[in-house]
């Protein structure tokens, strides 16, 4: 299962060179090239705010899908943000750790407040991000999901697991760039994963990239009015 091609990207130092993306745009056309092989019937494009929709644009276009974007936060454990408690997706969906929760004692009242205040930002940027844009329907769809890069792999698990929730036929993770520890946990919960490069010496997502400039709300706007045929 899956592909990692390495040569498209450098592997870091067991090539003695970092060879970059130009920009997510270019990661994008790389990624949707592999895709596009994978012949999928049917697929939607879904792009991990904000970051991530650049290149799941470009994807969509490669693949003549439509595009889509996906709210979802991690719960945070207290003091340990990057570590996982669950996760809060768009559409009221939440999911736990519950190993996580029960091996560091994290109370029910503490949970309950950490899990509504993800939810609340879940909303604020679900309804910034979208707007009067309704969601596509992924169930029984196959779903490419895409990301500009991944590091630790907890906000992309988490997106896997509510598309999982809501049934989609087939899921496939697309990524530029990923630390090979995230490769490892993520890639059994995909059906299927293009990797482009897992560097054995991975630091961060932007050293991969000539230009890793923030995306904006406004551009995720305008990408998916692109997307859906607006002027």
Known sequence: MGMVDDSAAGTGASHGRIQHF???????????TRAAAWGADDPVVVGLPRGGVPVAYEVARALGAPLDILVVRKIGAPGQP???LGAVGEGGIRLFNHDVIAALGVSAATLEKLTEATAAEVERRTVL??????????????VVLVDDGIATGATVRAAMAVLRRRQVRELLLAVPVTAPEALRMLGPLADDLICLAAPSDFRAVGLYYDDFEQTTD?????LLELADGAP
């Open 22 to 32: 130009r920009d997510r745009a270019e990661a994008g056309r790389r990624l949707g």
């Open 82 to 84: 990057e570590l996982a």
């Open 129 to 142: 991000l979208r707007g009067d844009r309704p969601p596509l329907e992924p169930a029984g769809r196959a």
């Open 218 to 222: 406004d551009q995720v706007h305008r």
